[in-house]
């Protein structure tokens, strides 16, 4: 159990976010990759204590080790890929930090980008989020979300460019000034079952504004396709659907019940506190506590995580995603997050009704390094990436890489 933390009246050492880092010098040539079906080695999972969050466990699920998988390369020589989508005919999208659009499409990395774009790629700033429109066949939209320069300052922004051919263009910007810094950006995109495009932002290092609601920093937001608010969301006339977040990095919906699901970040020294990562059960309008709160509170003002690091372990969670369809039958409805400074990807079992972990692990520890992006494909496999060329890793010669989890001795 930890302790209520001031808003007012604090010295501030700020250091640098443990999950992310300073983005690498663009190279002058563009990286190229190849996809390979080249197996990986096996997991070696090892079982944690339950959620502190939550009772001792009421069943005891299959462990990772029973269930025969293999990691496959998908594509290598990318620069920081931080987010991926996937499109019906087969292709995936991927965006890499210093502002590129890149496509894999038979297996192939193209070596030109579809899009390059002006941002900031400074610290842990940048081209992050990216989701495909619903309707993306007809229509060919891509929705970013990426750092830029404002004058002195940093800002983010949400914007939609038209593929046409080869090229992904005609930027309309949705939502502009979103408060940006070097660190803190959030950045997350995703299409949720309801049509709606929601967004993760961050702190952007200002600790009042995650409890403002006339700020967009520090929040969940929740937009129409065009870039109007929603009639229903929480607070009328505003983006925000939650609320008191530190740097939110991670989107899913539950298979089954539709729940919104999100990966925290917690403090990596402000008010000397570190570690507390989250996996928060998202709510509309809820209030999940920074920096009056962090971690497990027990405060009826705030709604706590479901699951998290404790006080002295830190994973800095990023991608998260649930497995659904027969390719991974035996792990159908679990849920999978990437950490970063955790170097694993955290495998975690909850109870049918979504909102108590039973069951957590870690899977490929240190294997594959700095895990960002985690996403169910359409092929029902779960696809991840690494973020070795961050500044914060240690990149091998085949960096950063797009891998696959599938079935398989």
């Not at 462990?63 to 087969?90: C, H, K, M, N, Y």
């Amino acid at each position: 159990m930890r302790k209520a933390l001031p808003l007012i009246g604090l010295a501030l050492l700020w250091m640098s976010a443990c999950g992310q880092g300073s983005a690498a010098p663009a190279p002058n040539a563009l990286p190229t990759g190849i996809a390979s079906p080249k197996p990986l080695p096996s997991p070696t999972a090892t079982p944690l204590r339950p959620s502190p969050a939550s009772s001792t466990p009421s069943a005891s699920p299959s462990l990772s080790a029973d269930i025969p998988l293999r990691v496959e390369v998908v594509a290598t020589g990318l620069e920081v890929p931080w987010a991926i989508a996937f499109a019906p005919d087969g292709r995936i999208f991927v965006t890499e930090r210093p502002g590129r659009i890149r496509v894999i499409e038979n297996g192939q990395l193209r070596p030109k980008p579809v899009a390059v774009l002006p941002v900031a790629a400074t610290g842990e700033g940048g081209l992050l989020g990216l989701a495909l429109d619903p309707d993306f066949p007809r229509n060919g939209y891509l929705y970013v979300m990426y750092t830029y320069r404002a004058g002195n300052a940093l800002r983010n922004r949400i914007s939609r460019l038209t593929l046409r051919g080869e090229v992904a263009g005609e930027e309309r910007i949705l939502l502009d000034g979103i408060p940006g810094a070097r660190i803190h950006n959030g950045g997350r995109l995703a299409f949720g079952p309801d049509g709606k495009l929601y967004a993760t932002t961050g702190d952007a290092t200002q600790l009042d504004l995650p409890q403002r609601l006339d700020s967009l920093a520090g929040k969940i937001l929740r937009l129409n396709p065009d870039g109007s608010v929603p009639a229903d969301n929480p607070f009328p006339g505003s983006y925000v659907y939650s609320l008191g977040h530190r740097n939110p990095q991670g989107l899913a919906w539950h298979p089954e019940t539709g729940q919104l699901y999100s990966t925290e970040h917690g403090p990596s020294g402000e008010m000397g506190l570190c570690c507390r990562d989250e996996l928060n059960l998202i709510r509309p309008g809820a209030n999940y506590g920074w920096p009056i709160v962090t971690g497990i509170a027990g405060d009826p003002r705030f709604t706590d995580p479901i699951l998290y690091s404790g006080e002295d372990t830190t994973w800095a969670p990023a991608g998260v995603d649930f497995v659904t369809g027969d390719q991974l039958a035996l792990w159908k409805g679990r849920l999978f997050f990437g950490t970063l400074r955790g170097r694993h990807l955290r495998h975690v079992i909850l109870e049918p009704d979504g909102t108590t972990v039973i069951f957590h692990e870690a899977l490929f520890q240190g294997d594959f390094g700095r895990i960002r992006e985690v996403k169910r494909g359409p092929d029902g496999r779960l696809y991840f990436t690494t973020s070795n060329r961050d500044g914060r890793g240690s990149p091998g010669p085949e960096d950063d890489r797009i891998l696959r989890l599938v079935p398989g001795p």
